[in-house]
């Protein structure tokens, strides 16, 4: 929590409900550092907590002493955070999201599989040059990083922005395309924060790949037994993933 970036996810986990014979769903929360993309001197690791639901004052709680940019998906508990803690004056906000383009994306592929509309396959063919542009700058120094996206990314984001507000005045709001161009317009700060600072990734992948591991464990057991269980199993995640990261 010391770092300047961190990566946040959250998944849901089965837990037994004492007396009823029955299981509630609890969250277990990944937080994830990772700066081998930018030559970052931290080594990696990851962090996870359990909570017994989905509040967004838990991942508040968490990142309670945290200063820095979180990234993560368009979870209304993580953009209230950045809002919430957005400071007045001068004085520069505590906490900055920055949104994942794989998000974005995903909705445009959703959109595309289901209709194999133009527009949509238009929109993943611009985001996959961004996403190339990433491929090729990973694990350079981060001002070589920054360099790359301010040459080549920053000119197709001010391009794709001009098209989705052009794409957006032409569609019902009804359609799930028009919904697919506007969940990126409404974040589209936090979705371009990436090309400012070679230290933020172009998407949450790496909080989604350490929870990778708990999705494939959860086909494998019924529940965690108990509140004293699950705070035991985010323990084991934790020394465990850190050992993978390294």
């Given at each position: 929590m010391t770092a300047p970036v961190i990566h946040t996810d959250d998944t849901p986990i089965a837990v037994l409900a004492p007396g009823n014979g029955k299981t509630r769903t609890?969250?277990?929360?990944?937080?994830?550092?990772?700066?081998?993309?930018?030559?970052?001197?931290?080594?990696?690791?990851?962090?996870?907590?359990?909570?017994?639901?989905?509040?967004?004052?838990?991942?508040?709680?968490?990142?309670?002493?945290?200063?820095?940019?979180?990234?993560?998906?368009?979870?209304?508990?993580?953009?209230?955070?950045?809002?919430?803690?957005?400071?007045?004056?001068?004085?520069?906000?505590?906490?900055?999201?920055?949104?994942?383009?794989?998000?974005?994306?995903?909705?445009?592929?959703?959109?595309f599989e289901a209709t194999k509309s133009p527009i949509a396959e238009d929109a993943l063919r611009r985001i996959g040059e961004l996403c190339r542009i990433e491929a090729e700058i990973s694990g350079r120094a981060a001002e070589l990083r920054l360099a790359g996206r301010q040459e080549y990314a920053v000119p197709i984001l001010a391009e794709l922005r001009t098209w989705r507000q052009e794409q957006r005045r032409r569609l019902s709001l009804k359609t799930s395309l028009a919904k697919a161009i506007q969940y990126a317009l409404t974040r589209w700060d936090a979705l371009a924060r990436y090309a400012g600072d070679a230290r933020l990734a172009i998407d949450n992948n790496p909080a989604e790949r350490s929870l990778r591991g708990i999705a494939i464990t959860r086909k494998n057991f019924l529940f965690l037994g108990s509140q004293a269980g699950s705070e035991r199993a985010v323990i084991l995640y934790t020394v465990l993933e850190t050992a993978k990261l390294n």
């Open positions: 609890g969250r277990i929360w990944t937080y994830v550092l990772d700066e081998r993309p930018w030559q970052g001197r931290r080594k990696p690791a990851a962090w996870y907590r359990f909570s017994p639901d989905r509040k967004g004052e838990r991942p508040q709680g968490h990142q309670a002493g945290f200063r820095g940019v979180i990234q993560a998906d368009a979870f209304s508990g993580y953009e209230s955070l950045a809002r919430s803690e957005a400071s007045t004056g001068h004085d520069p906000p505590r906490i900055l999201h920055a949104a994942c383009w794989a998000h974005a994306r995903r909705k445009f592929f959703d959109v």
